[in-house]
């Protein structure tokens, strides 16, 4: 046996011991019972269970600015109750630093949603928070992400805690903090404040030891129905009073928490005539009709299209399973071109259908709240991936506009704030209420919108069409790159920065921008961040970044194609046509200059 053989065995053998010893101090006795299984099965030599028990004791599920987000099982790099109690008492910890001691006792409020272990996470977490002298209140059951973020506001909490994976694969589960009080205002967290909660959770000592992290039995507080009544009051409140409310609406919450709530805000707000797809009204954490739950994936919204088609309904409403995102599809008119746009149903068992992208989506509610009306100096906000089309509807409604890092706690952080969205379905109507994004809120105002248009016998894609007469027509679409080697990602962005494309689809990069460097963005500065930008001499824009919370590289592609103000409908569909065909042409060089597996 070769040095690396021994050096290999040995570090194998120190991994069993540490296995069987947090087999033999989990506090869950089914993480306990599968780790003593998988240690045997790697006993016996299968390679599968080696490889898992090597991955499960590899380093540390890392606490950044997501919180937490990992596979569930047993071991420090898995979602378990071992970790989560070290992560609760790490937040402990900081908040009792940052508002300055035990005299005054911050309050957490701790949400969850229906995911394998997300309840017992949570009352771990108001546990670990009551036994070091905090107060807490629990939510009432099992809630949508918006909720929790609403009750750090409501209540005047100094933190919330919300359990979830969102639309992850039901193997994960995951952790996401929120800071309230002053220059927080009950957004996710950010640099410093990350790092400074890592840092404490790294101070935590044997959380089976008493001593170490105390644990409440009881002495927490479970919020009641009121707290939800008033959320679920603030998102239909979205909705103008007085509007148009004929609207047929198909509704999925993708097997989430979000169904009972989107559909009693919008009979609140007005819209009666509502149908929810039956195989995925219920929360189930093995999201079985669908093997990812993201209204983004292909197939997610088939069932939903399907009862749409047989109902002729006029918009598919579809929630991500934490209700925290909006998707939303609506039926081609009559000449439109089922190639010129993304997303498009078959149309066997009736009208086709196309999902509308988080960019489209982002314009027209930002453009319908501009045109219903926002105070001076309201800004309207989107991420530095998502369309350049928000800035020039502001710039039109004598409104400011901003872009802000990837993520909705950095969006939600703009100052003036009125309106923020981010291509991956998430949009911000109501930051007053809700300082994140919400998937309940933006069905509310995604209707009133189309109920206002149908009044005048038009859909979201007249609007649309409207926007690129008066703007021009902008197009995006991503490239999505999936590997299982996350080195590969870091060695393609090396490879970009060393030597940056001279060209794409045929046209000259006229600009390159390196975020990790930060500095301005369409005139905003920005914090650095892992991304590089591309603009080329017809137009098109190209930003590149690592995934923040899964094993991708993801591109975000744009294009503009110039229309006339007085074009007819022929003219915009042949503008959408060519805008799909270049950036089918952009996305092949992508793929070509990456050099990544599809």
């Not at 992850?168 to 990350?194: C, R, S, T």
């Not at 991503?478 to 962005?493: F, G, N, Q, W």
Request: proline share 8%; hydrophobic share 45%.
């Amino acid at each position: 046996m070769s040095a690396r053989d021994d050096a290999l065995a040995v570090e194998r053998r120190e991994r069993r011991d540490r296995a069987l010893a947090w087999a033999a101090s989990d506090p869950d006795p089914a993480t306990a019972d599968a780790l003593r299984e998988l240690v045997r099965r790697a006993d016996d030599g299968e390679d599968d269970a080696r490889a898992e028990l090597d991955d499960a004791f590899d380093g540390t599920l890392a606490f950044g600015t997501a919180g937490l987000r990992g596979r569930l099982g047993p071991g420090p790099n898995r979602m378990n109750r071992v970790v989560v109690a070290r992560a609760a008492a790490g937040l402990v910890r900081y908040l009792l630093d940052r508002e300055g001691g035990p005299d005054s006792p911050p309050h957490v409020v701790v949400g969850y949603d229906a995911r394998h272990g997300s309840h017992r996470f949570a009352l771990d977490t108001v546990a670990v928070a009551v036994g070091a002298g905090l107060s807490a209140t629990l939510l009432p059951r099992a809630l949508p992400t918006p909720v929790l973020a609403f009750a750090v506001r409501h209540l005047g909490a100094d933190a919330g805690v919300m359990v979830t994976a969102s639309h992850n694969p039901p193997q994960d589960n995951g952790y996401k903090v929120y800071l309230g009080g002053p220059g927080e205002d009950g957004a996710q967290i950010v640099p410093p404040a990350d790092a400074d909660i890592a840092a404490q959770i790294a101070q935590v000592g044997d959380v089976t030891d008493p001593a170490a992290v105390p644990m409440a039995v009881d002495g927490w507080d479970v919020a009641d129905e009121a707290l939800v009544d008033a959320y679920v009051a603030a998102a239909a409140e979205v909705a103008g009073a007085g509007g148009p409310r004929d609207l047929s609406v198909v509704l999925t919450p993708l097997h989430g928490v979000g169904g009972p709530l989107v559909e009693t805000a919008l009979r609140a707000a007005g819209f009666t005539h509502l149908r929810t797809v039956a195989e995925q009204s219920e929360p189930d954490p093995d999201f079985p009709t669908t093997p990812f739950p993201n209204p983004e994936e292909d197939g997610a919204l088939d069932l939903a299209l399907a009862l749409a088609r047989r109902v002729s309904a006029d918009v598919v409403v579809a929630n991500d399973p934490d209700a925290d995102r909006c998707a939303v599809a609506v039926p081609l008119r009559p000449g439109d071109d089922p190639e010129a746009g993304p997303g498009v149903g078959d149309g066997e068992d009736g009208p086709g259908w196309r999902a509308l992208t988080g960019d489209e989506v982002g314009a027209l509610l930002g453009h319908h709240l501009a045109e219903r009306g926002l105070p001076p100096g309201s800004v309207l906000a989107r991420s530095v991936v998502s369309s350049d089309l928000l800035a020039k509807v502001a710039q039109a409604h004598g409104l400011e506009s901003a872009v802000a890092l990837t993520g909705f706690k950095w969006i939600s952080r703009v100052p003036g704030l009125a309106f923020g969205y981010e291509e991956a379905l998430g949009y911000c109507v109501d930051p007053a209420a809700v300082r994140d994004k919400d998937g309940i809120s933006a069905a509310v105002l995604v209707c009133e919108l189309a109920a206002a248009e149908k009044a005048r016998g038009r859909g979201l894609l007249d609007v649309l069409d409207d926007l690129a007469r008066a703007h021009g027509l902008h197009a995006t679409a991503p490239l999505t790159l999936r590997v299982e080697d996350l080195s590969l990602i870091a060695d393609a962005m090396a490879r970009l920065r060393a030597e940056p494309p001279t060209s794409l689809a045929g046209n000259d990069v006229t600009s390159t921008q390196d975020l990790s460097a930060g500095g301005a963005q369409d005139g905003v500065e920005l914090p650095p961040t892992d991304g590089l930008v591309y603009r080329t001499a017809d137009g098109a824009r190209v930003v590149v970044r690592p995934s923040g919370t899964e094993p991708k590289l993801k591109c975000y592609c744009e294009v503009v194609v110039p229309v006339a103000v007085d074009a007819d409908a022929a003219a915009v569909a042949g503008a959408r046509r060519d805008a799909a065909e270049r950036l089918d042409a952009l996305r092949a060089d992508l793929r070509r200059v990456l050099d990544l597996p599809a």
